[in-house]
């Protein structure tokens, strides 16, 4: 497939173009307008590319540099459909912003080119073969997405700015000793070739790795891409700039910034897995992850009262989720991904509604949000179904690959792992359907005015709940075969 | 043997040093250039030795770590108008014997680490490596300025740069530019920040950055 390679290039330098020519665009509208019109364009291209890999294999560039296999092209796709979904909704909430925070020329002009800029450094994550590459795509996503947290200059988003570009900036350089161990571990050999941290390569020869350095290099990778992932006890900049970031790019963040993390904790399993003979070392560090994630989030999304910061260790409580499917062994790896798409959709829609709900209220307290249903039903529908689909309830996809996870729980006879998970989610449960009972119904605040809703907002709403329960109620024989040919290359039995 | 090499790594252990216990931030900035152009010429007295890609590279890095870098970062001090200086959370003493305590602890682990170092390799770049890594995150940590949390930020960098020398002799050019440019997008972004954060609260104390919670 050497034809087919470029199409990688032109993923690459398409978003960087536009996010270019940005700058000079004319009006705040124009700006506007390029985000929601180009993106889907490129997610076309991106489609075309994942179909491909899917029915003729890898795709790989001359030089080896570009590289798109199952588990990436899955990933690519979730990409697309978070950041279609998201620039839409641009559109749609710079345009309902209050007076005050209104986008002028100069700050649409510059979340035009950071978004496009953002998309880029995404994809470069997914598609670089090389693995010192993507540590660069990693750190160039913190860098490009920090002026969008404050968009609004306020003290607390630059608080909220300033905190995630320091730990996040610290966390990925740690990745970056892990990345060198990496290399350190192919020994003194072949050391000196040019395809030196090239996946393809270093799948090929995982056996030979030496053992104890790629542990050590795994323990730095997961906690500093871990820190960008939203793992805790690392997660401490995640709830402040998910609050403070404008509700698209809160959406962006937890849609796909925090599994694109994932994904290069991801690229690098195999390898430590077969380096260590297949011993479950680096599943159960994982599973510990994974669980104290859920376990703590599951604390401060009782304890919450700000919405959007509720969203934001929900997304911790997911994270938690799909490490912890990681570490289950095949069955898990498949409940992850799923959870992947489903966790990556739903929490899209839950920040629209945030964001929508948060300009109508004027506030983000979720004491003072009451009756959405009423005043305005689009979006007051889209919160109450997200947060109940968030949570697992049946017969929704989440709920699906939440059940795929206890299975491949049972499977594996790993029933403390699964008591503890089961104790978190039943926690999650009963704090979040309280917040959801309550912003639904429920007294409404005099001051509020019903808003309508256009049939676009009621489009984005129901499009996403309907893709929910579609895939909750049936799977797809092709969409099951995308998930097992991605979770092979995880579990180690994947060809290059 | 290692001659050149063991005194860079020597210097640059001072460096770690007097960074814990300096209290001017303009000295602060000097050091941790000087410290980046030390490592910048470092590969050029390493077993590759002088040739065009190694000479292009150091080159560059000593623009960016020893011009831009400072340049920015001073830049920032003086638009903040910084009056008082670098606030350590300890006291100067305690700082001492932390960086004295770090310095210990990189040795002891340096030797220990199983690492395929290179014969060729002096034996002082990973415990100097190691050191630097952990006297930057003692910076990050238990200094007020947001500037001094930049530096912390460039010292480990800088601690990971010399990793990558001693343990990757050859990392291909693509990724050391990349990597150079992430880091150089990262300071400049830090610096924009530091700019924006004194403009409106006043002041650049980190520690009082406090508002968001639970």
């Known amino acids: ?496 | 043997m290692h001659g050149i090499t063991d005194n860079i790594m020597a210097i640059l252990m001072l460096i770690n040093l007097a960074l814990t216990l300096s209290s001017r931030l303009a000295t602060c900035i000097s050091l941790v250039a000087f410290q980046g152009v030390m490592l910048a010429l470092l590969p050029l007295f390493s077993h590759e030795g002088l040739n065009p890609r190694t000479l292009f590279l150091a080159g560059l890095v000593v623009v960016v770590k020893g011009l831009i870098f400072p340049g920015l970062l001073s830049r920032a001090v003086r638009d903040a108008n910084v009056r008082r200086e670098v606030e350590p959370f300890f006291g100067y003493g305690t700082s001492i014997l932390v960086g004295i305590a770090l310095l210990t602890i990189s040795f002891w682990v340096g030797i220990r680490l199983p690492l395929p170092v290179s014969e060729t390799t002096s034996a002082l770049v990973v415990p100097g490596a190691i050191g630097a890594i952990l006297t930057g995150l003692f910076l990050l940590v238990s200094r007020r300025k947001a500037v001094t949390q930049v530096l912390g930020y460039l010292v480990m960098e800088n601690g990971m740069t010399a990793f990558g020398l001693a343990v990757v002799p050859e990392i291909p050019l693509l990724i050391e530019l990349g990597i150079l440019l992430d880091v150089f997008v990262g300071v400049l972004v830090m610096a924009i920040m530091i700019w924006h954060i004194s403009r409106e609260f006043d002041h650049m104390d980190v520690d009082q950055l406090s508002t968001l919670k639970g």
Not at chain 1, 129 to 148: H, K, R, S
Not at chain 1, 243 to 268: D, E, H, T
Not at chain 1, 407 to 416: D, L
């Open chain 1, 1 to 496: 497939m050497d034809g087919m390679g470029n199409i990688l290039w032109w993923l690459l330098i398409l978003p960087v173009l536009v996010a270019l020519i940005s700058p000079v665009l004319p009006s705040a509208r124009s700006a506007l307008a390029l985000v929601m019109v180009g993106v889907p364009l490129i997610a076309l291209l991106a489609l075309w590319a994942v179909i491909t890999v899917f029915q003729a294999g890898p795709l790989l560039t001359v030089g080896g540099w570009l590289h798109l296999d199952a588990l990436s092209a899955f990933h690519l796709a979730v990409l697309m459909v978070v950041f279609v979904m998201s620039s839409v909704f641009a559109g749609v909430y710079f345009r309902h912003e209050p007076p005050a925070h209104a986008l002028d020329r100069h700050s649409a002009r510059r979340f035009a080119a950071l978004w496009y800029g953002a998309m880029a450094a995404m994809t470069l994550v997914l598609l670089s073969n090389n693995l010192g590459v993507m540590w660069v795509g990693v750190e160039a996503t913190t860098l490009l997405t920090a002026f969008l947290i404050c968009l609004h200059v306020s003290p607390v988003s630059l608080e909220a700015t300033w905190k995630y570009l320091i730990v996040c900036s610290v966390g990925v350089a740690f990745a970056f000793m892990g990345v060198l161990l990496v290399a350190a571990s192919i020994g003194a050999v072949s050391a000196t070739d040019t395809h030196l941290l090239h996946w393809t390569h270093l799948q090929a020869i995982a056996g030979n790795l030496d053992k104890n350095l790629m542990k050590v290099a795994f323990i730095f990778l997961l906690v500093g891409f871990g820190t960008k992932a939203g793992l805790a006890p690392m997660h401490s900049w995640l709830p402040d700039a998910h609050s403070q970031a404008p509700a698209p790019v809160s959406a962006l963040f937890s849609g796909f910034m925090l599994n694109m993390a994932l994904y290069a904790i991801m690229r690098f399993l195999p390898l430590v897995a077969s380096a260590t003979g297949g011993s479950g070392w680096a599943s159960n560090l994982l599973i510990g992850f994974g669980l104290v994630s859920i376990l703590v989030a599951a604390v401060f999304i009782v304890v919450q009262r700000d919405l959007k910061r509720f969203l934001a260790y929900c997304s911790v409580e997911h994270i938690g989720i799909i490490a912890l499917g990681l570490g289950l062994g095949p069955l898990g790896a498949v409940a992850a991904l799923f959870h992947t798409l489903n966790h990556s959709v739903c929490k899209a829609l839950a920040f629209f509604s945030a964001g929508r709900l948060g300009q109508i209220y004027g506030t983000h307290d979720m004491r003072k949000i009451r009756a959405s249903l009423q005043v305005n039903r689009a979006w007051g529908t889209g919160m109450l179904a997200g947060i109940l689909i968030l949570i697992g309830v049946a017969p929704f996809a989440i709920f699906m690959s939440e059940w795929f996870l206890i299975r491949a729980a049972v499977e594996s006879q790993r029933y403390g792992v699964l008591g503890l998970f089961l104790a978190g989610a039943v926690i999650v449960f009963a704090g979040s359907l309280r917040h959801a009972v309550g912003m639904a119904w429920g007294p409404r605040p005099a001051s509020v005015k019903s808003v309508p809703s256009p049939v676009l907002e009621w489009l984005m709403v129901v499009l996403p709940l309907l893709f929910l329960l579609v895939l909750g109620l049936w799977m797809p024989p092709g969409f099951r075969h995308i998930l097992e040919s991605a979770s092979v290359i995880l579990t180690g039995g994947g060809t290059p």
